[in-house]
């Protein structure tokens, strides 16, 4: 069972990781980051995720290409390919047919309608999608953020076991004597089409100061920039069918395209902690013009 330090090192690895994954990500550099041996760093990651750091940033990067050519049809694929870590079209033309079963020209000319969404298996999220559907979406607000910095947990899997995070994070608070108020959910998968037991949650807690004692709690600063803004309220089920409108219909249409760095929540209500499980929050999608 991996420790507290363990998991310390790792998560620096993680948020290295995801800070920018066009950077060179090669087991030697990241092994420098958790402070440990090439060799014994592998069986650490291992350990702690659950998957080789190969396979890790692999997903990874492949996630965020498909993100690009769904929501920004007019970029080269050689750029998508660039922009997302891959040295060669040829590799990442092989690469991402391996983990979807089509080519990247095939996977953008698909209609969105014809994509399957995996959380349309979940019966409470499924009838929300269809509740929504004839919704209108606010008009964002266009906001520049600055770099935030945060305690977090993180969470593997989409659903109210997110509820445990966030607990965790609570109790931390109480016990170092911190602010509970701004709390900060980041998504760094699409659960339009990564399964939700496998999208990647972040439960995090605006701080003023660092985090002295490391383990399952530790420290980051999510990127600043610009984001469009919206404000959305609505009851459990709901917030994943919201997201999905946004990235297939506003953010298409929009003029913009979706950077790498994740998008994320603020929460006015937390539904994962409120008994009413209801959420009122605004979600920043981080944006450019190129």
Not at 29 to 44: D, I, K, P, T
Not at 77 to 91: I, P, R
């Amino acid at each position: 069972m991996a420790t507290k330090q363990q998991i310390a090192r790792i998560n620096d690895v993680l948020y290295e990781i995801h800070r920018d994954t066009s950077a060179e990500l090669s087991g030697r550099r990241l092994a420098r980051v958790a402070a440990y041996s090439e060799q014994h760093f592998h069986r650490v990651f291992q350990e702690v995720v659950g998957e080789s750091v190969h396979q890790y940033v692999r997903r990874t990067r492949l996630e965020q290409a498909a993100n690009q050519l769904m929501f920004d049809r007019k970029r080269p694929v050689l750029e998508v390919a660039e922009q997302c870590g891959f040295a060669s079209l040829s590799s990442f033309s092989r690469a991402f047919k391996t983990t979807f079963g089509v080519t990247p020209g095939q996977w953008r000319a698909e209609e969105q309608s014809s994509k399957s969404r995996p959380y349309l298996t979940d019966d409470e999220i499924a009838t929300a999608y269809q509740r929504l559907q004839s919704v209108q979406l606010p008009t964002p607000n266009l906001v520049e953020l600055p770099a935030q910095p945060v305690a977090y947990v993180r969470h593997q899997g989409y659903g109210r076991s997110i509820r445990q995070a966030w607990q965790t994070l609570q109790v931390w608070a109480a016990v170092e004597g911190r602010s509970f108020d701004l709390q900060l959910g980041l998504h760094h998968s699409n659960p339009t089409w990564v399964p939700l037991d496998r999208c990647r949650y972040v439960a995090c807690l605006g701080i003023d100061k660092p985090v002295l004692r490391r383990g399952i709690v530790n420290s980051m600063s999510i990127p600043g920039g610009l984001h469009a803004a919206f404000d959305l309220t609505g009851r459990y089920g709901e917030l994943l069918p919201y997201l999905s409108k946004i990235l297939d219909d506003w953010l298409p249409s929009s003029g913009f395209r979706a950077k790498t760095t994740p998008a994320f929540v603020r929460y006015r209500k937390n539904h994962f902690l409120a008994a009413d499980e209801r959420f009122d929050l605004t979600f920043y999608l981080p944006i450019s013009l190129w």
